[in-house]
């Protein structure tokens, strides 16, 4: 009797739990699409740009990836188990005045490179690779 008791405790809280959590839907190249982002944190520091133009990063048609950090850059993006990646990006080359945007171009390069984790999360759009992660929210 107990361990069915025990057992049965355990079980609801187990169930329980799975209902603390949103469920995350599927990440398609359509939900995507839906808006465009802007940059606001870079390895958990918040983007002091001085700039009136934020980074920002946005997906169109056919998973074309566009944004700019510093640069613009660009390129045909491909959604792979939740993996971004953009294997031949376009981008111009300037050295930025602002040291924590010319980090951020050299991350989104090598993240998409690499392929990033991304995911969204209500308005925000983070991608991750390595050690390294990139907060975007929505306009």
Avoid: W
């Avoid at 294997?87 to 998409?112: F, Y």
């Avoid at 690499?114 to 907060?135: D, F, P, T, Y």
């Amino acid at each position: 009797m107990n361990k069915k008791l025990i057992l049965g405790s355990l079980l609801a809280a187990v169930a329980l739990s799975g209902c603390s959590y949103p469920h995350q839907e599927k990440l398609t190249p359509e939900r995507l699409q839906q808006h465009p982002y802007e940059l606001v944190s870079i390895d958990g520091a918040p983007i002091a740009s001085q700039s009136s133009r934020r980074p920002t990063l946005e997906f169109s048609e056919k998973m074309h990836v566009s944004g700019a950090m510093c640069n613009r850059f660009m390129g045909q993006g491909q959604l792979d188990n939740d993996r971004l990646f953009v294997r031949q990006m376009a981008s111009t080359r300037m050295l930025c005045a602002d040291s924590q945007l010319n980090v951020g171009d050299r991350l989104i390069a090598e993240m998409l490179q690499n392929g990033a984790k991304v995911s969204l999360h209500g308005k925000q759009l983070i991608l991750r690779e390595g050690e390294h992660e990139l907060v975007y929210r929505t306009k």
